[in-house]
């Protein structure tokens, strides 16, 4: 039996150096140098942790921040609703006083017609012009109970 002959054994003095491939050679290099992220304590507070007053404080300043933000937003839906009904209220009274005094025009002796117009005058805020036509309702019904009523509350 012929003796095969062994491979000489090569002596690499560089154990790091990677073998040469078509890639970007990267040294793999142990860290010597200390990582930058060393150990910071903690930042500790004044107070013991079962005492959680800041806490505590925190919590009931956010709660009452949110309860406050929360009525305020109720408010504001609730005068905007109102102030939309106003603006509905004023044209629908417009239209019911032009109306009235068509019917007014069309019928001068109607008591009905000038009692609505004194009630809408009423509505609106116009108390003169309210108390003009219940003078001219009784005028036309001195016993018309609608004008006694109308005037306890104009008064």
């Not at 009692?115 to 809408?120: I, N, T």
């Not at 003009?132 to 008064?155: A, C, H, K, M, W």
């Amino acid at each position: 039996m012929a003796k095969r002959s062994k491979k000489p054994k090569v002596i690499k003095k560089f154990k790091n150096i990677p073998k040469k491939t078509k890639e970007k050679v990267v040294f793999q290099r142990k860290r010597e140098f200390p990582s930058i992220s060393r150990f910071i304590p903690e930042f500790t507070f004044r107070f013991k942790r079962n005492d959680s007053l800041p806490g505590n404080s925190i919590r009931l300043i956010f709660a009452i921040v949110i309860v406050a933000i929360v009525t305020e937003g109720i408010h504001l839906f609730i005068d905007l609703r109102n102030v939309k009904v106003t603006a509905d209220d004023s044209i629908t009274f417009a239209k019911q006083a032009a109306y009235w005094q068509m019917t007014e025009k069309k019928y001068p002796n109607y008591r009905d017609g000038y009692f609505q117009l004194a009630l809408l005058a009423y509505r609106v805020g116009d108390n003169q012009k309210a108390n003009e036509y219940l003078q001219q309702v009784e005028t036309l019904d001195p016993n018309f109970e609608g004008v006694q009523l109308l005037r306890s509350y104009i008064r």
